[in-house]
């Protein structure tokens, strides 16, 4: 990793990561979710899941899968939990202080979005091939970070599509910085690869072994795609949707913008090759 100013960069990403004994159960009772093949049962934004319990705890969560709540396995707040229930709102639980129940509710998933681009800038910022735009990327990270530590009537206030095309500009020129010089670096390059572009419908497509590295998969629709052995390393993902994707042996060391809960909703094995800051979800190994 480069040397990187701004103190997120020098942490291990661990203020960015769900901590749920520091959090009030937000994902819980703030989101709303339909019976589908993610969640047994409707639920309302701001009802309690039947499967909280009154410490905070999910009854169910090593067996949210076998339980039909899948999407509950697959979510990641990026410790917007944490900072919502320990620092915006002082650790005050919305059981105790139901006059703030609400506002709590709201601010939780703007919060989430925040902590979503401090990753992906934090991201940004250890790769060697961004030097040239370090600053920029610094002063994003710092004003991003900013934002988060504002009163729950500000982050309220707060104009997140504007924000996050701002910082999309720096992500794009990221990924085109990174791919660039990851092919620039290959010895053989590939006389004949896939072409694949940004937003490709790829539902169930048949990509074992392909040669993916470099590509630009911003968005992607992967959703049970067979991508067992796939060489994806340093292709941009974000946004990429692996729902059921297969990604056996697959090799995404140096992608760009992986994220947990994108493997955690995807297929894999022990093969899989990950990004270090990444894990290999407990379901991959049943």
Not at 238 to 263: E, H, K, V, Y
């Amino acid at each position: 990793m480069s040397n990187i100013p701004y103190s997120l960069c020098d942490k291990d990403r661990d203020t960015l990561r769900a901590d749920c004994e520091n959090c009030f159960g937000l994902c819980c009772v703030a989101l709303p979710f339909a019976a589908s093949a993610d969640f047994a049962v409707d639920k309302d934004g701001g009802t309690p899941c039947t499967n909280l319990q009154t410490d905070f705890r999910c009854c169910i969560h090593k067996d949210l899968r076998e339980k039909g709540f899948r999407g509950c396995a697959v979510y990641e707040c990026f410790g917007a939990g944490q900072k919502v229930s320990q620092a915006t709102f002082d650790g005050r639980d919305w059981k105790d202080n139901p006059e703030t129940a609400k506002k709590m509710f709201a601010v939780f998933p703007i919060m989430q979005q925040l902590h979503e681009m401090l990753w992906y800038l934090t991201e940004a910022l250890s790769r060697k091939a961004t030097v040239s735009i370090h600053d920029d990327l610094n002063q994003a990270l710092d004003k991003t970070e900013q934002l988060t530590l504002l009163s729950p009537v500000a982050l309220l206030d707060l104009d997140i599509p504007a924000h996050r095309a701002d910082i999309n500009k720096l992500l794009i020129r990221t990924s085109e910085l990174v791919r660039a010089e990851a092919i620039q670096q290959q010895k053989n390059p590939p006389k004949r690869r896939r072409t694949i572009g940004r937003g490709a419908d790829l539902m169930g497509a048949n990509l074992r072994k392909a040669d993916l590295s470099g590509a630009n998969l911003r968005g992607a629709l992967m959703i049970a795609a067979d991508l067992r052995e796939a060489d994806l390393k340093y292709s941009d993902l974000i946004g990429a949707d692996f729902r059921d994707a297969n990604l056996s042996g697959a090799d995404l060391t140096g992608s760009i913008f992986l994220t947990q809960d994108q493997l955690n909703a995807a297929k894999g094995n022990s093969r899989t090759k990950l990004p270090p800051e990444l894990k290999h979800p407990a379901h991959w190994h049943r």
